[in-house]
Each structure stands twice: as structure tokens, then as C-alpha cells.
């Protein structure tokens, strides 16, 4: 016990992204209890290299024992083989046996999981959901979904998680380019930050922002504009809610993103409304409590650290 007492275990976590690596310790709660950040090297060797040196350290200043490594890296990953397939944001990484490696460098077991995924769970865990059915729809320069059933994740066969974001769903309106899984009219297509701010443009706003400011002010000249343009925006929302809710019976909808940061009440609005107008379809659309991601950094360790408790 005494021993214990000066030697607790902690979880290590690390969140890969295209620019930059989050690299964490964490208590038995997914509480990131120290963390750094470095740049993210082309050479996957010799960021994981850096990577076990900030562990170690880490875990010596806190005097805790390392017991084991999370890594929430962007996807596609295969959390199988351990590998990183993403040459978008990841060129240089694919078929770099990450997990194998980490594993010999840090000296502990290593698993694998996308980012959208790790940023559910650290929510569910940090926000004391994890009986909960909990969808995550992260809008940013993507959609990115995710769902946990209560007790694991939702995924495509053993290894992916789904693509919500391509769900197609009924729009007045045809983008001019293809999202690059070969349709139009997919979520990601419509509503992501990328195509919100290019269609506020192409409607003649500066961006998404200045969008939103006319269709609240009461009296903007570009009122009636933004109006027609919200109006298409909350049909296309409530379309992918009314599909992602179908199959999922959510008790809670989270979401994240950088959008959803910066335009929190507007998508809670539309969300507002969606729960209104399928007041009376109980049997098709259970309620779901909305809520807003947490900390993008924190959360997103803790869930990496948490995929060894579940
Ligand atoms: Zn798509």
C-alpha cells in the first residue's frame, strides 16, 4: 500500500495531429495531471522517439509509474495493426508500425484510435456519461462523428469508425465541386466550417460569421438574404439529426469543433427546433440533451488515456 502510495500508475496519452503532437500523463479518472506539445515530424520515428522521452520524464517528475499508452492520432487508423493511414494530414506515416514501436521505445503496451473517437470518450468520461448513448457531430473543417453505445464504440467492422459526415442528405441546393467521397449533397459537403464559410461567400457575406450577424440584427440590409440562406442550412441540419437520431437513439448529442465553438447557439437553435418539430414522433426520435464539447486538448488525452478502461 505504502509503496503504491509513492508509486501511482498513471496512463500516458498522446493526440497526433497534421501540425502539432499533444503528449500526456494521466490519473485513473483521464485527469491529465501533466502535458507538452511538440511539432509533428515528417520522420513517425523520430516523433515517437521524442515522444517516449517526454513520458518518461513526465512520469518521473510526478512520480508515477507508467502503466500504459493511448494515442489518439487523425484517421484513418487502423487500431488492428496499430498503423496510421492518413497520407492527407499524415504523409510519410502510413505503414509505420506505431504502435509496435511505441511500445518497444516507452517500454509499456501501446493501442491506437482515431481522433474523433478519443475526443468522444474523453467527453463521456470527463462529463460522467459513460452509461450513455453519446453521439458526437464535431463540425470544423470536416464533420466528424462518432458514437458511443454505453459501453464501446460504434464501429464499420472491427477496425474503423463510420463516416458519418458523408451521409447524404435532401438539399435545395447543389454545391458547385464534389466532396471527395464522390457526392454533392453529403453532410461534410454542405455544413462542414469549409463549405458554411464558402457559401456564406458565394451568397455575398464575408464569411459564415458575418452571416450569422445579419440574419440577428434587426434591422441588416442583407437580412432577407441570410434568412433564405439559415432556412436552407437548418433544413439540411435537421435532415442529418433526423438520420443520425434514427439510427442511433442518442441520449445525448455533443457538439464539437471549431464551429461549434464559435457558433455554439446558433447550432444549439437549430438542434432546439429539430427536438420541437419531432416533439410528437417519440417512437421514431427519442429526446436528446444537447451539450457542448469541452476543452479540445484536455478532452482529447483523457480519452486517449481512458481507451485502457474500457
Ligand atoms: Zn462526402
Not at 477496425?159 to 466532396?179: A, D, F, Q, W
Request: include cysteine; charged fraction near 25%.
Amino acid at each position: 500500500m505504502d509503496r503504491y502510495k509513492k508509486n501511482p500508475l498513471c496512463l500516458g496519452a498522446l493526440d497526433i495531429g497534421g501540425t502539432k503532437i499533444s503528449i500526456g500523463i494521466a490519473d485513473e479518472r483521464g485527469r491529465i495531471i501533466a502535458s507538452e506539445k511538440i511539432k509533428t515530424e515528417k520522420d513517425p520515428e523520430a516523433a515517437m522517439k521524442t515522444a517516449a522521452e517526454y513520458l518518461k520524464n513526465m512520469s518521473e517528475l510526478r512520480s508515477c509509474k507508467l502503466e500504459a499508452v493511448g494515442v489518439s492520432c487523425a484517421g484513418p487508423v487502423d487500431t488492428v495493426t496499430g498503423k496510421v493511414n492518413n497520407p492527407y494530414t499524415l504523409p510519410g506515416w502510413e505503414e509505420y508500425p506505431l504502435t509496435e514501436r511505441l511500445s518497444e521505445l516507452s517500454g509499456v503496451a501501446v493501442k491506437l484510435e482515431n481522433d474523433a473517437n478519443c475526443a468522444l470518450l474523453g467527453e463521456v468520461q470527463l462529463s460522467g456519461l459513460r452509461k450513455n448513448r453519446v453521439l458526437m457531430i464535431s463540425i470544423g473543417t470536416g464533420i466528424g462523428c462518432a458514437f458511443w453505445d454505453g459501453r464501446s464504440f460504434y464501429r464499420t467492422g472491427k477496425k474503423y469508425h463510420p463516416e458519418l459526415g458523408h451521409v447524404l442528405i435532401g438539399t435545395n441546393r447543389t454545391p458547385s465541386e464534389k466532396c471527395y467521397c464522390g457526392h454533392y449533397n453529403c453532410v461534410e459537403n454542405l455544413l462542414s466550417g469549409t463549405a458554411l464559410h464558402k457559401r456564406a461567400q458565394d451568397a455575398g457575406f464575408r464569411d459564415f460569421g458575418d452571416l450569422t450577424e445579419a440574419y440577428f440584427s434587426a434591422f441588416h440590409r442583407q437580412k432577407p438574404a441570410a434568412e433564405l440562406f439559415i432556412r436552407d442550412i437548418k433544413a439540411e441540419f435537421h435532415s442529418a439529426l433526423w438520420n443520425y437520431s434514427l439510427v442511433f437513439h442518442p441520449d445525448n448529442i455533443v457538439l464539437g469543433g471549431g464551429m461549434a465553438f464559435a457558433y455554439y447557439s446558433f447550432f444549439e437553435d437549430i438542434c432546439r427546433d429539430f427536438l420541437e418539430s419531432v416533439a410528437d414522433r417519440e417512437d421514431f426520435i427519442p429526446p436528446f440533451k444537447l451539450s457542448c464539447a469541452g476543452d479540445g486538448e484536455a478532452t482529447a488525452l483523457a480519452g486517449a488515456a481512458m481507451l485502457w478502461r474500457i
